[in-house]
C-alpha cells in the first residue's frame, strides 16, 4: 500500500456507508475458508510503512507520585482504600528513569512509541489554574529523547488516571462538565506538544473507565450500585473525545497534520449453537462493548440498534446535531485487544450465552466490516505472565505472536487495512487491579530494587527480531520442494492391527438358498436343506476377510503394508511348541495374499500398546518385561515367526514403540534384550534362506527448543531427545550403552534406575539393526521454564508448551518436525537406511472429506523428501497410519457407516503422490521406473470372481448349492 493511498483511505473512510450488521458475516465467512490450510500460518512481510510500536501507560510505570508538583490521581486513592494491597506510587519508577526506557526502546527497533499523559501531574487539581511546569519538561524531555532516536511519540491524553480533585469536587466522569475541562486539557497538549506528535489517543478503553470504574468499581474510582450511571458515563467519554477531535480537526490539524482516535478495546465471541440467533447474540455481545463507542464513531453518530433494543430507556440519547458532531470523529480506529479486557475484565452478562475466543484476526475482520473499512491501528496487544515470572516470558511471547500473525493473514488474505500494532507493554508496571500480581513488560523490572534496572525478556528479543524482518519472511525451508522419490521407495500404509476372521467364509456355509429370479431376486434360505460337506482343504482365498482387507490396501496404491501380529493369540500358552496353527495360517495367507497384490507384508511381532497387553498370560503373570526370562520367550517366539511365516516376509519389525515413557528402564532394559536376541536368531538362522531384514521401530515425536535462541532451552531439548530416542537408539545403532547424558543427568538425581549394560549384553544388542525406523506424528515445544499452564516433567525439568499459531487437532500438526527428526537419526547414525513406519493425525470419524489428513500427508512427505533430496538422508520408504477407522479410530484412510466401507479424501490424494512418486516438476519429463511384476492371472477368480453353483430348475425358481463348481475350478488351478 502506497503513502498516498494510505493517505486517502484516512479521510475517505467516514463517507461510506455500512449494511447494519454487516459485521454478521464474519463467522460464517470463516467457517468457509479451506481447511486447514488457512489455519496455516502464514510466511509473509507486513506493508514497508507498517506502524511497530511498544506502550505504557502513566500510572502503571511512572511513579513519584507526589513528586514536583504531581497532583493525586483517581488512582492514588483508589489503592489507598478498601483491601487494596499495593499502590503504584512508585511503579517502574520512569519518572526517574528516562533514558532506561529510551534504551530499551532503542534496543527493540520500533518505529513508534505510545505513552500517556499523567493529567494530574501537568494539571494538578485536573485544570489550567493549578499548571505545573516540571511536570509538562518532563513530557517535554521524553519527547526530545524520543526524536534522538527517531521513534515517534504516539500520545494518549487519559489512560484512565483522572485527577482525584475533578472526581471529588465535580463526581468525575459522571459529570457533563467534563466535557470541557477535558477539551481545555487537550487543548493545552495539543499546543505544547502537538508539533512532534502525529498520532493523538483521546481515551483509552473507554468500556472500562465506564462499566468497571462507575458501575461494578473494580477499577478507579470504585463507583458500583448504580446500574446506569456506566452508561452515562459513556454518554460524556464520547462527548468528550468529540470535543476534543473537532478541537484538534479545526485549530491544530492543518499545521500539525497528526491523526486522533479513541482507544476502544474488544473481546472476542463465538457461537455456542450454529444457529442464526447465536449469531445475533454474538453480535449484539460484541455492540454491547466495541460497538457502544465505535458505531457513534465510525457508523451513524448513535448506539447500536441491539443496545438501545435492550436497555431502552436506560441507555442515554443524542440529539440530531450531537449525532452528526460524533460521527465520523476519528481519523482511524485505534483498537485494544488482548488481556485487558478478553478474560480478565470480561462480564460473563455480556457474552449472552456465547463463548468468549481469542482471534485477533477475526475481530479485525468484523471492525474491518462493520465500520465502513476503517484504517485499524492495534494500539495495544499482548498476554500476561504471573508475577514470579522473570525473563522468560514464553507465553507472552507465543501469544504475541500470535497477535502479529492474525494482524498479518488479516492485511495478507483478508485485506483487511491493519495499519500498525502496539506490542504491550514496554516494561512491567502496576497492573491496575492485579497490582503486581501479573507481569505484562516486554521488559523485566525488578520492583525490590532502587535500580529498576530493565533486563529485556523473551519477548523483546522475540518482537525486536519480528521488526527487523518486518514480520515473517518465507524461506527456503518452509518452500514446498519438488521432486521425486527413488524408484525403489517404499510406499506404505501401516496398521496396529488387522481384522482377523480365521473361519472360511466361502464354503462354511452349508445351507441351499433359493433364487427367485422372476420376482425380486432374492436368495431365501430354504429350512431343513442342506449340502453335503466338501471333500477339500481351506485355502487363503476363502478368507472373505483377507481378500476384502488386501482389495482395500490394493486400491491405496502402496507397495508395502505393515500390522502387529497378536503374540498372545500366536502363543497363548507361552509354550511355541503349542502354537495356535489356525491363526498361523491365516497370517501366512494374509501375507500370501499380499504378496500377490504386489504389496510387500511388514510383520511386526510385538506392539506395545498402554491400553493392554498382548503379552501371553503366562508372561504376565510373571512380571511380563521384568522378568529376565521374558527377552529369551520373545526369542523363540520370533523364530516361531520367521519359520512359519518368512518365506512370505522379508521385512520384520521385533518391537513397535517400545520407548514409551511409561516403560520404566529396566522394563526397557529386557526389551533391548529382546529385541537383539531376535534379530540374532534371524540373522544367523533364517537370514541365509530368507534373505529379509530385521529392525524395531522406535516411537520419535520432534522436541524443539521454546525459544530457539536461548541455549538454557536449546540444551534440554537435547537431553529430551536422548531420553526419548537415544535411550533405545544408542545401545543399538551407536556405542552399545545408553546415551552419556542420560547416565550423567541420572547420575546427577541420585538415580539407580537406569541398568548397566555387561559386556555380553552390550555386544549382544550393539548393531542389531538393518534399518531405522520410526513412527512420527507431531512436534512439542521444550522450555526450562516452569509454568503451572504447562505440562512439567520433573525428572527431566522441563515443560512441554505448543505453539499457538500451529494447527492443533487435537496435537499439533508441524511438519517440518519430521524432517528436522530425520536429520537427528542422519546425524547421529550416518547413512542408516531409515522408515518412517506410521505418520498420520487424527481426524473426527465423521468427516469423510477429511481435509486435515490431506494436508497432513501432502506436508509431511514433502518434509520427508526435502530430508531425501535436500538434506541427505537415507530415506527408503514411508507409511501413512492408518488403514482404516474399523482397527484405527480415528486415523484411517477409509471410513465406515455401519457395514459400507467408505473411501476418503486422504486416500485418492494419497495414491495420487505414490503414483506421482512423490512431487514431479510439471514439464519435466516423467521418472522412468522398471515396472512392477503383474499378480497371478489366472489367479484372479479367488481373488473376485463369482460363485458359481449347481442349478436346478423347478418352474420359475432355481435352488442353489454354493461352492460346487468352485470347488472344481480351484483343483484345476492352485497358485498357493
Known amino acids: 500500500m502506497s503513502a498516498l493511498l494510505a493517505l486517502l483511505t484516512f479521510v475517505t473512510f467516514t463517507t461510506v456507508s455500512s449494511k447494519p450488521n454487516a459485521g454478521m458475516k464474519t463467522w460464517g465467512r470463516f467457517s468457509k475458508l479451506p481447511h486447514p490450510g488457512d489455519k496455516a500460518f502464514l510466511y509473509d512481510t507486513f506493508p514497508r510503512e507498517f506502524i511497530w510500536a511498544v506502550g505504557t501507560a502513566a500510572y502503571q510505570v511512572e511513579g513519584a507520585f507526589e513528586k514536583d508538583g504531581k497532583g493525586p490521581s483517581i488512582w492514588d486513592t483508589f489503592t489507598r482504600g478498601g483491601t487494596r494491597i499495593a499502590k503504584g506510587d512508585v511503579g517502574s519508577d520512569s519518572y526517574h528513569n528516562i533514558q532506561a526506557d529510551i ?222 458532531q460524533v460521527r465520523g470523529a476519528a481519523d482511524f480506529f485505534a483498537l485494544s485487544y488482548g488481556a485487558a479486557l478478553s478474560f480478565q475484565h470480561m462480564d460473563d452478562s455480556l457474552k449472552f450465552g456465547q463463548q468468549e475466543d481469542l482471534d485477533l484476526r477475526m475481530l479485525l475482520y468484523w471492525v474491518n466490516a462493520e465500520y465502513n473499512r476503517p484504517p485499524i491501528f492495534v494500539v495495544q496487544s499482548g498476554w500476561y505472565v504471573l508475577g514470579i515470572t522473570k525473563t522468560e516470558d514464553l507465553k507472552n511471547m507465543y501469544y504475541i505472536k500470535r497477535f502479529i500473525a492474525g494482524a498479518l493473514k488479516s492485511i495478507v488474505i483478508d485485506r483487511v487495512n491493519v495499519i500498525g500494532y502496539t506490542a504491550w507493554s514496554l516494561i512491567d508496571g502496576f497492573e491496575w487491579n492485579r497490582e503486581y500480581d501479573i507481569r505484562q513488560g516486554l521488559y523485566y523490572v525488578d520492583f525490590k530494587t532502587n535500580a529498576m534496572k530493565r533486563e529485556p525478556k523473551t519477548s523483546a528479543t522475540f518482537y525486536r527480531n519480528v521488526i527487523q524482518k518486518n514480520g515473517f519472511p518465507e524461506l527456503p525451508e518452509n518452500r514446498p520442494a519438488h521432486g521425486i522419490f527413488p524408484c525403489d521407495f517404499a510406499w506404505g500404509i501401516s496398521a496396529n492391527t488387522i481384522q482377523v476372521e480365521v473361519t472360511p467364509s466361502l464354503f462354511a456355509d452349508p445351507s441351499v438358498y433359493s433364487w427367485n429370479i422372476s420376482n425380486n431376486g432374492e436368495l431365501m434360505r430354504l429350512e431343513g436343506l442342506s449340502a453335503p460337506p466338501l471333500p477339500r482343504n481351506t485355502h487363503c482365498a476363502d478368507y472373505v476377510t483377507i481378500r476384502q482387507q488386501v482389495d482395500e490396501i490394493r486400491r491405496v496404491g502402496v507397495n508395502h503394508f505393515h500390522f502387529s501380529l497378536n503374540w498372545s493369540a500366536l502363543v497363548p500358552t507361552g509354550d511355541v511348541a503349542q502354537p495356535n496353527t489356525t491363526l498361523l495360517r491365516y497370517y501366512r495367507c494374509f501375507a500370501h495374499q499380499l504378496l500377490r497384490a504386489n504389496v510387500t507384508p511388514v510383520f511386526t511381532l510385538w506392539h506395545h500398546i498402554q491400553s493392554g497387553n498382548s503379552m501371553p498370560a503366562p508372561l504376565v503373570a510373571a512380571n511380563k518385561w521384568l522378568n529376565s526370562e521374558t527377552p529369551k520367550a520373545f526369542a523363540e517366539y520370533a523364530r516361531l515367526c520367521y519359520r512359519e511365516l518368512g518365506a512370505h516376509v522379508k521385512m520384520w519389525i521385533t518391537l513397535n514403540e517400545p520407548n514409551d515413557e511409561m516403560v520404566s528402564y529396566q522394563e526397557g532394559h529386557e526389551m533391548l534384550r529382546a529385541h537383539a536376541l531376535a534379530w540374532h536368531a534371524y540373522d544367523l538362522e533364517f537370514r541365509p534362506t530368507q534373505g529379509g531384514q530385521v529392525s524395531l521401530t522406535l516411537h520419535m515425536d520432534w522436541f524443539e527448543p521454546a525459544v530457539s535462541f536461548s541455549r538454557e532451552d536449546v540444551e534440554p531439548t537435547k537431553r529430551v531427545l536422548d531420553f526419548k530416542v537415544g535411550w533405545f537408539a544408542e545401545p543399538i545403532f551407536g556405542s552399545g550403552d545408553y546415551p552419556l547424558v542420560m547416565r550423567s543427568w541420572l547420575r546427577q538425581l541420585n538415580s539407580l534406575d537406569l541398568p548397566v549394560f555387561s559386556e555380553e549384553d552390550r555386544q549382544l544388542v550393539k548393531g542389531t539393526y538393518d534399518f531405522f525406523a520410526i513412527s512420527h506424528f507431531t512436534t512439542k515445544l521444550v522450555t526450562h521454564t516452569k509454568e503451572d499452564s504447562y505440562t512439567y516433567r520433573a525428572m527431566l525439568e522441563i515443560q512441554y508448551m505448543a505453539d499457538p499459531t500451529w494447527i492443533i487437532s487435537p496435537q499439533p500438526v508441524v511438519p517440518w518436525g519430521l524432517r528436522k527428526a530425520l536429520n537427528w537419526v542422519n546425524e547421529h547414525y550416518p547413512d542408516v537406511p531409515v522408515y518412517v513406519m506410521a505418520n498420520g493425525v487424527w481426524e473426527d470419524p465423521a468427516r469423510f472429506k477429511d481435509s486435515l489428513r490431506v494436508f497432513y500427508l501432502y506436508n509431511y512427505i514433502n518434509e520427508a523428501l526435502k530430508a531425501l533430496t535436500l538434506d541427505g538422508v537415507n530415506l527408503k520408504g514411508y507409511f501413512a497410519y492408518a488403514l482404516s477407522d474399523q482397527n484405527d479410530g480415528g486415523f484411517g484412510l477409509y471410513g465406515q457407516v455401519h457395514d459400507e466401507v467408505i473411501i476418503k479424501a486422504s486416500l485418492s490424494n494419497y495414491r495420487n503422490i505414490i503414483q506421482h512418486n512423490g512431487f514431479p516438476i510439471i514439464g519435466v519429463e516423467p521418472q522412468q521406473c522398471p515396472s512392477m511384476p503383474q499378480a497371478c492371472r489366472s489367479c484372479q477368480v479367488l481373488l473376485r470372481g463369482p460363485v458359481v453353483g449347481f442349478l436346478t430348475l423347478v418352474g420359475s425358481v432355481v435352488l442353489i448349492t454354493l461352492g460346487l463348481i468352485i470347488y472344481y475350478t480351484t483343483k484345476r488351478k492352485e497358485c498357493y
Request: some cysteine; aromatic content about 14%; glycine content about 8%.
Open 103 to 324: 534504551r530499551a526502546i532503542e534496543q527493540l527497533g520500533v518505529s513508534h512509541y505510545r505513552f500517556s499523559l499523567s493529567w494530574s501531574r501537568i494539571f494538578p487539581n485536573g485544570t489550567r489554574g493549578s499548571y505545573n511546569e516540571i511536570g509538562t519538561n518532563y513530557y517535554r524531555t521524553l519527547i526530545q529523547k524520543l526524536k534522538e532516536i527517531r521513534v515517534q511519540p504516539i500520545i494518549t491524553l487519559y489512560h484512565w488516571d483522572l485527577p482525584d480533585h475533578l472526581q471529588q469536587t465535580l463526581g468525575g466522569w459522571s459529570n457533563p462538565e467534563l466535557v470541557e475541562i477535558f477539551k481545555d486539557y487537550a487543548d493545552f497538549c495539543f499546543q505544547t506538544f502537538g508539533d512532534d506528535v502525529k498520532y493523538w489517543i483521546t481515551i483509552d478503553n473507554p468500556f472500562v473507565v465506564a462499566r468497571l470504574g462507575y458501575g461494578t468499581g473494580s477499577v478507579a474510582p470504585g463507583i458500583k450500585n448504580d446500574p446506569d450511571l456506566p452508561f452515562r458515563v459513556g454518554h460524556i467519554l464520547l462527548k468528550a473525545h468529540t470535543a476534543a477531535w473537532h478541537l484538534y480537526d479545526r485549530h491544530y490539524r492543518p499545521r500539525q497534520q497528526g491523526k486522533l482516535s479513541m482507544a476502544l478495546a474488544s473481546h472476542w465471541i463465538k457461537p455456542s449453537r450454529t444457529r442464526l440467533e447465536s449469531l445475533r447474540e454474538c453480535q449484539c455481545s460484541l455492540d454491547h462493548v466495541l460497538g457502544w463507542f465505535a458505531r457513534p464513531l465510525f457508523v451513524d453518530g448513535d448506539y447500536p440498534p441491539c443496545m438501545k433494543e435492550r436497555l431502552g430507556s436506560r441507555l442515554p440519547s443524542f440529539t440530531a446535531e450531537e449525532r452528526e
